[in-house]
């Protein structure tokens, strides 16, 4: 396998478990939203006011592509990388996909506090992250290898399951460090 790549809603804990994988194989950890906020030195929020979502969504494809190109990355995408088709097939052809699943009262509780995505910033957060677990659910499932529910684990047992995983599938998987 050529990479890593988490995708799941947001709070479901890619960039954490991301990082710690990266860590235990030796490999690059990237974000793709903060990879996007690097090179344009705005934030997804000011990007989202400014360009839109189908603008932002743009960005979001071309940063996967340039991401996923290489091998030895552990990826953690935004949570709404999997709305287009062309991205779903780029990360299935790229990598090794796990979706972090999160229920809507776990997602809820690790983002009420947050201010920095633009798509709870508006209505009810409950109802809205509703509505995208019924609208993503079934992308993420259709574009994952493996699917593996976050619950109240700690990242460390989640890393560990999902290398574990992975070691079942790859013989030539490097050992933990």
């Known amino acids: ?34 990879e996007i906020e690097k090179r344009t030195g705005a934030s997804i929020p000011l990007i989202f006011e400014i360009e839109g ?8 494809h071309d940063m996967l592509a340039e991401l996923t190109a290489g091998k030895g990355v552990v990826l953690a995408t935004g949570g709404g990388a999997v709305l287009r088709p062309e991205n779903r097939q780029l990360l299935r052809d790229n990598g090794w996909v796990v979706y972090l699943y999160t229920p809507v009262e776990r997602q809820f509780e690790r ?6 995505r633009p798509l709870l910033q508006k ?5 809205t992250l509703e509505r995208l677990m019924t609208e993503r659910d079934p992308l993420y499932r259709e574009t994952a290898h493996l699917v593996i529910e976050t619950g109240g684990q700690a990242p ?22």
């Open 111 to 116: 983002t009420q506090h947050d201010t920095q």
């Open 156 to 177: 460390r047992t989640m890393a560990d399951r999902i290398l574990a995983a992975w070691r079942q599938l790859d013989g030539n998987a490097p050992e933990r460090r």
């Open 1 to 34: 396998m050529r990479n890593i790549i988490l995708i799941g809603p947001m709070g479901a804990g890619k960039t954490t478990i991301g990082r710690l994988l990266a860590n235990r194989l030796g490999w690059t950890f990237a974000d793709s939203d903060r």
């Open 53 to 60: 979502e189908s603008g932002f969504r743009q960005r979001e």
């Open 123 to 127: 209505g009810d957060r409950r109802a």
